[in-house]
């Protein structure tokens, strides 16, 4: 690397296998403050192992994880997001029978203060109400007016919106977004790009694993090539064409990892 600013998270010498197969080997990764740094790869290229082993939903075997300078080890990924790391995965993780203002507390209930609260967990559903709708206001997502609704009568866009800005109100430090377009039509595609913009104004860092290589080079500042299980380049957008991105991922190009 060539930038001496401290990453927010990083990682070195990073391995993971499963028997023989080997899905990352020694890879390496950083993610700077303030920064949306895309993650591309081809299929199988160990994408998803990575962001696993960051956000603590697999072990790794060996290598070093450090979060704002200093090592850590996530059992799971409740204790990545006991530290501050967020991630939203593909599938959203989201309940489709609660309501939003629900799934944006699951895991994270607020119950009332006092001895109903204490001693039968009932839910402070007020407060959490308040709460819900001040993120959502911050992100711009109040064009959903019933935060009691159901999340199964959203949109697709909306659905990925409500699970981004959970990830935004609790993430502390830093958000991993796992394809948040993926099965998203143009309109919401533009929606999810603009709310991943509004988040990092706010100073958080985001990392953005994508196929769609237009969203990547439109909003990131930085793009981490994923080959063969490690770190094969880091480029910045504004350097490189898409096609030679693409020729990194395949192997058809090779530059120095940054």
Known sequence: MTETVQPVLSARNLVKKYGRVVAIDHADFDLLPGEILGVIGDNGAG????????????????????????????????EARQSGIET???????????SICENMFLGREIYSDNIFGRLFHQLDRNRMTVIAREKLAELGLLTIQNIQQPVE??????????AV???????????????????????????????ILEVRARGVP?????????????????????????????????????????????????????
Do not use: N
Request: charged content about 20%.
């Open 206 to 258: 985001i990392v953005l694993i994508s196929h769609k290589m237009p969203h990547v080079f439109e909003i990131c500042d930085r793009i981490h090539v994923h080959r063969l299980g490690k770190r094969a380049a880091v480029v910045k957008p504004g350097e490189i064409s898409m096609s030679d991105a693409v020729a990194i991922m395949t192997g058809a190009l090779q530059v120095p990892a940054a």
């Open 165 to 195: 800005a959970r990830a935004a109100a609790f993430g502390s430090k830093v958000i991993i977004l796992d394809e948040p377009t993926a099965a998203l039509g143009v309109k919401e595609s533009r929606k999810v790009l603009d709310l």
């Open 88 to 98: 939203v995965y593909q599938t959203l993780a989201l309940s489709p029978a609660l």
């Open 47 to 78: 994408k998803s192992s990575l962001i696993k082993a960051l956000s603590g939903a697999i072990r790794i075997d060996s290598g070093d994880i450090a979060l704002e300078g200093r090592p850590v080890s996530f059992a799971s990924p409740i």
């Open 153 to 162: 009568t959203l949109s697709g866009g909306q659905r990925q919106g409500v």
